[in-house]
Structures are given as structure tokens and as C-alpha cells.
């Protein structure tokens, strides 16, 4: 079967900087890869790309058979694209609930609000109170919850656990074993190395806009030496 999503040659520019190098990365269906490497190293720019945010860019991005580089941003939502970023981008002044039912369903299998509060009870616990009441991991959560809400496909997370307690990056990572059990294919970007190889199935090593290495989980104890070289994990 072909991947559900299939990056090759991936070129990208802010203004005159040549940010991405030619980056080639696929995701099957069901699959949740991480995409490892230290700052400033072309991960956000990569979804940015994928999701049709920056649009100065080449290379080949297909989702679900369909070519995505001609595709406006918001057809890139329509396809089953979701995009969660770091910054999160909640409404502050909302509540929960309002958050939750803002974004227009503009897939077929969005979650129902019953089951955003299943996969996440402490949103429920407070569904009327305000984004600027709620800690750094219950906005992370609830920015997760509004993109399930769309009907996405496919999960484009940057950085979900940055500066997050570990009790909450461990039911971060609760949730997202659910949604891959779900059937949810999920593109990570993580600085967080331990968090990530216990939920991930792949990982691709970027460095300098470019994809150094990739490897399946399994591999991980005889990739440790590249990996310290390259982050200092």
C-alpha cells in the first residue's frame, strides 16, 4: 500500500533563506513517526510546509493520493490535514467548550464531544472555564482536542510536551497511543527524545534542513551513538 502521506525533494524558503534541503519522509496510515533534531534545524518548517502554511516551497507532497502542493491552505484542512502547533493558538478568552466547537468539521470522522472528553477528562472538568485559566498542559490538550474535533486524518504535532510537568507529558503521551489505536497517523516533532521512543513506531533524524537518517524503532539502541553526536541525548 502506498503511504498515506509521501514527502520527496521537500524544498523551503522564508523570504531568501533556503530553509529545507530536499527532505523525503512518508508516513503510512496508522503510523506515528517523530521527527528528532535540536533547534533551529528545519522540524516546524517541515510540517509548516506539509500543511500548505509556508507556501514558498518545491518538491513532491502527496496526502491520500492527492497532490498537495497546488492545494490552498484551507483544502489542506478539507483533505484531513491537522496541525497542532507549538504555540497551541487557543482563544484565550473562550472556554473550553466554545474552543472546542469554533472550528468547522470539515471531515468525515471528527470526534464527538463526548468522546474529546472521554479521551480527555480534564477538559471536561473545565468545559465553561476561560483558555487564560488553564495550565500549559490543559491548553496543550485542548489544542489537540479542537484539530480531533475537524475530522483530521492525520496528526501534525509540533513539540506537544515543551515545558510541560512530566505527569502531564505522560498523559500526553497516553493520548496519543489512544488516537493511534484509533487509526489516527500521527508526524511528531519532538525534542523530548525519551518521551518519544516509547510511543513511536519511526523516527527521522533532521540536521541542517535535511533528513540524516531514518530507522525503526527496534533500531534505537544501535542508533544511540549518531543520536548523542547529533542531539546530546
Known amino acids: ?29 496508522g503510523e506515528m513517526i517523530c521527527i528528532l533534531g535540536r ?13 500548505g502554511i509556508l507556501r514558498k516551497r518545491s518538491g513532491e507532497i502527496t496526502f491520500a493520493g492527492q497532490d498537495m502542493m497546488s492545494v490552498p491552505l484551507h483544502k489542506s484542512a478539507r483533505a484531513g490535514l491537522g496541525f497542532v502547533p507549538e504555540e497551541r493558538g487557543i482563544f484565550a478568552t473562550l472556554s473550553v467548550e466554545e474552543n472546542l466547537m469554533l472550528p468547522p468539521v470539515v471531515a468525515k470522522g471528527g470526534m464527538s464531544l463526548e468522546e474529546i472528553y ?10 465553561n472555564s476561560p483558555g487564560t485559566k488553564l495550565s500549559g498542559g ?82 534505537l539502541p544501535e542508533r544511540m551513538d549518531m543520536l548523542n553526536k547529533v542531539l546530546g541525548v
Open 118 to 127: 472521554e479521551l480527555f477528562p480534564n477538559l471536561e472538568e473545565r468545559r
Open 1 to 29: 500500500m502506498a503511504p498515506l502521506l509521501n514527502v520527496a525533494g521537500l524544498q523551503a524558503w522564508y523570504g531568501e533563506s533556503h530553509v529545507l534541503h530536499g527532505v523525503d519522509l512518508y508516513v503510512n496510515e
Open 39 to 51: 533547534n533551529g534545524m528545519g522540524k516546524t518548517t517541515t510540517l509548516r510546509t506539509i500543511m
Open 138 to 219: 490543559e491548553q496543550q490538550m485542548l489544542a489537540m482536542a479542537r484539530i480531533l474535533r475537524t475530522g483530521a486524518r492525520c496528526l501534525l504535532l509540533d513539540e506537544p510536551t515543551e515545558g510541560l510537568a512530566p505527569v502531564i507529558i505522560q498523559r500526553i503521551g497516553e493520548v496519543l497511543v489512544k488516537l493511534k489505536e484509533r487509526g489516527m497517523t500521527v508526524v511528531l516533532v519532538e525534542q523530548n527524545f525519551r518521551f518519544a521512543s516509547k510511543i513511536a513506531d519511526r523516527f527521522y533524524l533532521m540536521d541542517h534542513g535535511q533528513m540524516v537518517a531514518e530507522f525503526p524503532v527496534g533500531l
